[in-house]
């Protein structure tokens, strides 16, 4: 029997009264692509944050290629394979599109087997970037960042990459060239993609498994046909949504 | 293209910078003036070193003094107490001055928000009182003094501390344009995505500081024995204030900036003796005027424009 890439099992975190997640478990196999819906609150980023050791779980275990996660330290966990992007993108400031990409490269994980500034051009000409690659990071437009982004997190070679919404605040022409680049990562590298995503129609045709949270619980899992039509996610999409025109946007109890 | 061309300009300017420095001692005869510029190159040893840790990593240091009497008190132990040769300071000044920066970053730099900065600030405070209660050993107000100096004649500790400024700022440039210091400003980008990037950032910003520590600590020692003497000042608050306010004027995270800034600013109060007691509100003066019109500074950006060749 193979170890999934990665086992999730009864994960917790609380804080201050609230649960954030809650007993969350699910596993991913290798070379999957998978998403995770949910409404705005529903634990997705935490549940990210915990995957990648920025936040510690209270309870329950991640498990990474057979590696317990518990107790590591962010850099150690993208030096095991497993990269991440941020929602908002989080570039180094002061630094060239190439030099940001470079920084990754020299993580220990990619320094023993390469030269980084090979791999940097390498990589900012995969995410289409190579005309910016001597811009400085300020002055480059929002659909450029999220490039950036993911280019920095595949600098550093992971086997799997964790999405927090890549096509937020862009605009309906970005999105489809954005899709087929994450697309293309994952047929040529054989990339195990786990993102988050609120735009049901692009999320729907890029992943073949959706896992639905609400509350910090996972409510549904399955293929986005199945998760379309499951009687829960839909109360949690479009039944608040109808609770909250006719209550003044009020949620109802959980 | 133009990149080479500007490498160029700033490769011709430093060697013409260096002639000159290297040469004034032929032409300036005055052991005053010689001892003022030694004392200004041990500036720009103590600015660089601010500017390496904090400037490149962005984790402000409030007591760069620390580490500067770390090194000025061990000096002065090892040559005013037990007589050692002044030069066994100089190894013996930095790694003290290097383990003394290990207590304070270890526990304090792994942490985010500002227990690094005010750590500093209360920690070369104690010292400076420690010095005071202490007093049979580190001999109070007075401090140590009878210190040997390290040459017999001003001309030769100039050149050492000319040299031991050129060593250290070539050396910590050589570290901030090497792929570490592309690490260290990741850091003062985003500490957050840099760990993203699978960067130790916590390794790195205490690596940092080391160096600069021992490269301070190094400054303190040559600045014991130019003033064959130790006091409690070595420690001040004004002292690291007067060392961050040297790193804006130049302009901070470039090195060169601080370097060039703390040698002019520490010239700057003898050609405005007159000024006496005001020197620090000139100083304040000058931080509130820089900070408002030039943001980044006046050495680097200056330096940046003529090395372009625009006026």
Redesign the interface.
């Known amino acids: 029997m193979t170890v999934p890439l990665l086992e999730v099992t009864h994960l917790n975190k609380r804080f201050a009264g609230l649960v954030a997640v809650n007993d969350v478990s699910f596993t991913l196999d290798a070379g999957e692509i998978a998403g995770i819906l949910g409404p705005n609150g529903a634990g997705k980023t935490t549940l990210f944050n915990l995957l990648t050791g920025f936040l510690a779980h209270d309870a329950g275990s991640v498990r990474f290629e057979g590696h317990d996660l518990g107790g590591s330290l962010p850099h150690q966990i993208v030096n095991r394979g497993l990269a991440r992007t941020f929602q908002l993108c989080r570039p180094f400031a002061g630094l060239s599109v190439i030099e940001n990409v470079m920084v990754a490269c020299l993580a220990p994980r990619v320094r023993r087997r390469e030269r980084p500034e090979r791999r940097a051009r390498e990589i900012v000409d995969a995410v289409g970037l190579a005309h910016r690659a001597d811009t400085a990071v300020e002055t480059l437009p929002y659909g450029d960042l999220r490039r950036l982004e993911i280019a920095r997190a595949l600098a550093t070679r992971p086997r799997l990459l964790l999405l927090d919404e890549p096509f937020a605040g862009l605009g309906a022409g970005e999105i489809a060239p954005l899709s087929d680049l994450i697309r293309r990562l994952h047929a040529a590298e054989g990339l195990t993609i786990l993102l988050i995503e609120h735009r049901l129609r692009e999320f729907m045709q890029l992943v073949s498994r959706v896992i639905a949270m609400d509350f910090g619980r996972i409510i549904a899992s399955g293929t986005p046909g199945e998760i379309v039509r499951h009687p829960r996610v839909i109360e949690a999409y479009i039944g608040r949504a109808a609770e909250n025109l006719t209550s003044g946007g009020a949620h109802g109890a959980a | 293209m133009v990149g080479d061309r500007m490498r160029g300009r700033q490769a011709a300017g430093m060697i013409v910078i260096l002639a000159a420095l290297a040469g004034l001692p032929l032409f300036v005869r005055s052991d005053y003036f010689l001892g003022i510029l030694s004392v200004c190159f041990i500036y720009g040893i103590w600015a660089t070193s601010w500017d390496f840790m904090s400037g490149l990593t962005g984790r402000e240091n409030f007591g760069h003094a620390l580490f500067i009497g770390a090194g000025a008190y061990t000096a002065a132990f090892l040559n005013g107490k037990l007589g050692t040769s002044p030069w066994w300071g100089l190894p013996a000044g930095g790694l003290a001055a290097g383990l003394i920066s290990l207590v304070i970053g270890v526990p304090t730099l792994r942490l985010r928000g500002p227990y690094f900065a005010l750590a500093m600030l209360a920690a070369a405070t104690i010292m400076q009182r420690l010095t005071l209660i202490f007093w049979q050993y580190s001999g109070g107000e007075e401090g140590i003094p009878g210190l040997d100096p390290m040459f017999e004649t001003k001309t030769a500790i100039y050149y050492l501390c000319l040299c031991g400024f050129v060593g250290i700022t070539a050396l910590l440039l050589l570290f901030a344009r090497s792929?570490w210091g592309?690490?260290l400003?990741?850091i003062?980008?985003?500490e957050?995505?840099?760990?993203?990037?699978?960067?130790?950032?916590t390794f790195h910003k205490i690596a940092a500081l080391v160096v600069s520590a021992c490269c301070a600590g190094i400054g303190g020692v040559l600045y014991a024995h130019y003033q064959e003497a130790v006091t409690p000042d070595v420690f001040s608050v004004t002292l690291s204030i007067t060392i961050i306010i040297m790193v804006y004027v130049g302009g901070i995270?470039t090195l060169y900036g601080p370097a060039v800034g703390a040698v002019l600013l520490a010239l700057l109060p003898e050609l405005l003796r007159g000024l006496g007691q005001y020197r620090l509100w000139v100083y304040s003066l000058v931080l509130i005027f820089i900070l408002f019109f030039a943001p980044g500074g006046l050495i680097a950006p200056l330096w940046r424009r003529v090395a372009a060749g625009r006026p």
């Open positions: 792929p592309l690490i400003r990741s003062r980008g985003d957050a995505a840099s760990q993203a990037a699978g960067i130790d950032v995270g």
